[in-house]
């Protein structure tokens, strides 16, 4: 067994400070469990200054070469983000015989199978655990607890910054403007907040778990993305009133027409257990044809449970390293497979309609949902909205097709003023 292992870190941010905290925190429990020391060797920042605190604990530098070239570092933990120049530092760590441990979800949903297949060439562990759900342990689960299962269903709340502002939409009534407001003063979402709310950063994290459950390559171009920008409070009003919580999903099905993989918001039963999940914690719910439903909860961010999963992988390297077997569970997308067709995929809708307030009108709708072969579960006709009335719509599953040929229907019809909005429903069991 070695001696001592040591850390580079690649970043002394919120989650390589973490890093640092929970090391020393739990140093003594995470000794033993390794069985020898191990210590952060050094780390790399822009600005040594701002970073002074970290000084009295570790190296730091503004060269990641004095990490990627210190040939008594076993281990480097990339903590940086985004693509470059993180995707280049990993690459040449392998390629310098180092393991790599990241929490990097735009470098594995983009860049999976290079970095894999380094790893498989220098003979060298790649762990990527806290690349999705913070805290939450899933890939893990995926790749080692639930490999004998034949994974068919994977749903997500998997940003906590789009289910903080829609838990607030829905339980204080704020308007999508004031709570992303609310968001950004708290520190859950950045001043640009495109990634989450137009939902790339779910897409990202769909793309590695469909992959790893499906066992074939799901890119982030495979998604299908669709964000929270037009949720407004009358959709939360109307979700309530029917039964239905609103949640951004991370959606991926491997079904007999191919894999499925999509992001958008949803209107999800009250009775399902995702519709509870709340504020910045995720939730991942899967079924296994062997181990039924199961799900992953926990906190989807932040400096020490993201802190969690990266020691995790760290501990499972070290392990690796005392019994000198590395690669245990490469890539494991073995299979190619299709990707579901469009007009294969189905689901049912919520409709909101502005429409004229006078006699007729819900028939002549009626109608047009009949010669596009939609079959309806509701309709609710409410509010006011000045001269105007609001009909709401709940339809049964539906493809593709049938949803752009009633948006035609509805447009050409001279008593609908709008469509206000169109949101995928999840039907409770049993309707």
């Known amino acids: 067994m070695v001696k001592k292992i040591k850390l580079g870190l690649l970043g002394g ?3 390589g400070t973490g890093v640092i905290k929970v090391l020393q925190d739990n140093y ?44 008594e570092i076993d281990i480097v933990v990339e903590l940086l983000g985004g693509i470059h120049p993180a995707l280049e530092y990993m690459l040449k760590a392998m390629n310098n015989g180092k393991h790599v441990v990241t929490a990097n979800k735009d470098v594995v949903a983009q860049f999976g199978k290079d970095v894999f297949d380094a790893a498989e060439k220098n003979d060298v562990d790649f762990m990527f655990e806290a690349s999705v759900g913070g805290g939450i342990p899933i890939i893990t689960p995926l790749k080692q607890s639930l490999t004998a299962n034949k994974i068919t269903d994977l749903i997500g709340i998997v940003n906590g910054t789009t289910n903080y502002m829609l838990t607030k939409m829905a339980e204080q009534g704020m308007d999508y403007a004031t ?18 709310v137009e939902g790339l950063d779910a897409a990202r994290k769909v793309a590695i778990l469909s992959s790893i459950a499906f066992n074939t390559r799901i890119s982030l171009d495979d998604v299908k993305v669709e964000g929270i920008t037009k949720i407004t409070p009358e959709d939360i009003s109307y979700a309530k009133e029917l039964g239905f919580a609103v949640k951004l999903l991370a959606v991926a099905k491997n079904t007999k027409d191919g894999i499925d993989v999509r992001v958008h ?21 899967i079924h296994g044809n062997a181990v039924g439903d199961t799900m992953f909860y926990g906190r989807g961010a932040g400096e020490k449970p993201t802190a969690s999963a990266v ?7 070290a392990r ?16 190619e497979k299709k990707l579901c067709p469009p007009d294969k995929v189905r689901s049912g809708y919520y409709i909101r309609l502005l429409v004229e307030d006078k006699p007729g ?21 409410k509010r006011k909205v000045a001269d105007r009335s609001e009909i709401v719509a709940i339809t049964h599953d539906v493809n593709n097709s049938q949803i752009e040929d009633i948006k035609v229907r509805l447009n050409n019809l001279d008593v609908v003023s709008e469509i206000s909005n169109m949101i995928r429903v999840i039907m409770p069991q049993g309707d």
């Open 311 to 317: 020691l995790a992988d760290i501990i499972d390297v």
């Open 265 to 285: 918001p949803t209107f999800l039963p009250k009775s399902h257990p995702l519709a509870s999940v709340r504020n910045v914690y995720n939730a991942v719910f």
């Open 28 to 71: 003594h429990d995470i000794k033993e469990k390794i069985g020898c020391d191990i210590e952060v060797s050094k780390v790399l920042v822009r600005n040594v200054e701002k970073h002074r605190a970290l000084s009295d604990m570790v190296t730091l530098t503004t060269n990641a070469d004095d990490i990627l070239e210190d040939k």
């Open 179 to 196: 709570a992303l407001q609310r968001a950004q003063a708290k520190g859950y979402a950045e001043a640009d907040p495109t990634a989450d």
């Open 361 to 381: 009108v819900l028939g002549a709708i009626a109608t047009a949902f009949g010669e596009s072969e939609i079959s309806l579960h509701s309709v609710i006709q």
């Open 320 to 335: 690796d390293m005392g019994k000198d077997r590395f690669g245990r569970i490469r890539c494991t997308c073995y299979e």
């Open 13 to 15: 941010g919120t989650v």
